[in-house]
């Protein structure tokens, strides 16, 4: 009986007591009820991601360059003429290319044919002057040029050296030839080439035995393929 009222009025004082000061109710268990509150589930949250199509790029394949050029050729003793030829190219990647070229020139009377008036050192077929060439080139400042605003165009300055071979005087010499040069390209298939270059070789074309040093420079457009 004893047990009884005090769980009577300990339950009346629960209840009486929180409206008197204030506060919200606090739960009540009875005897034997389960006093663990149960947690509320973790929500899962599954992201909005907008799908996007992505387009890959074509990346160009044109590897070959084939050209023509025109300039002037400086023949050690046989004056300034102009000069042309071809080149075709392969890049082995963006620093490395191989090149082959091919060049003609016609050459002048050296002084000492012009004062003796008579004696000719060579005749007209000797006077030309055809070389061939094999090199290697290597673009040491690749880049960009920029024209007003809103072009640019890619561009390199580049070094090359080669072997080749000599048509001149009726012999046929064994050329080593070493320049530099720039490319502009005005898109993935035309080019504008600058070149210079020194065309050695061993001659004793004149009784004398030296080594002839033969200057050109030409510009000339590429074409890639």
């Known amino acids: 009986m004893e047990s009884r009222l ?7 004082a629960v209840l009486v007591m929180p409206a008197l000061t204030g506060c919200s109710s606090l739960p009540f268990f009875g005897p034997g009820e389960d006093t663990q509150v149960a947690e509320a589930p973790e929500q899962v949250i599954e992201p909005e991601v907008e799908r996007r199509e992505i387009v890959q790029p074509r990346i160009d394949t044109e590897d070959f360059e084939i ?6 050729m400086s023949v050690e003793d046989f004056g300034v003429n102009a ?3 071809a080149t075709i190219a392969y890049h082995l990647n963006e620093a490395l290319f191989v090149e082959g ?16 008036g008579a004696a000719q050192i060579l005749d007209d077929d000797e006077r030309e002057f055809t070389y061939y060439n094999a090199s290697i080139g290597w673009n040491i400042f690749p880049g960009e040029a920029f ?35 720039y490319r502009l390209l005005f898109n993935d298939v035309f080019a504008l080439r600058v070149d210079f270059r020194d065309h ?3 001659t004793d074309l004149l009784g004398e035995s030296k080594t002839a040093h033969n ?6 457009f590429t074409f890639f393929f």
Request: hydrophobic share 40%.
């Open 6 to 12: 005090r769980f009577l009025f300990l339950s009346v």
């Open 67 to 72: 050209g023509v050029y025109a300039g002037g």
């Open 83 to 85: 000069v042309y030829g």
């Open 101 to 116: 070229a091919i060049g003609r020139t016609d050459t002048e009377e050296t002084s000492f044919e012009l004062l003796s």
């Open 147 to 181: 024209f007003g605003r809103g072009r640019a165009f890619n561009q390199s300055f580049y070094v090359i050296a080669g072997l080749g071979s000599t048509r001149f005087g009726g012999d046929d010499q064994f050329t080593i030839n070493f320049g530099a040069g």
């Open 200 to 202: 050695a070789f061993d």
């Open 215 to 220: 200057l050109t420079g030409h510009v000339g």
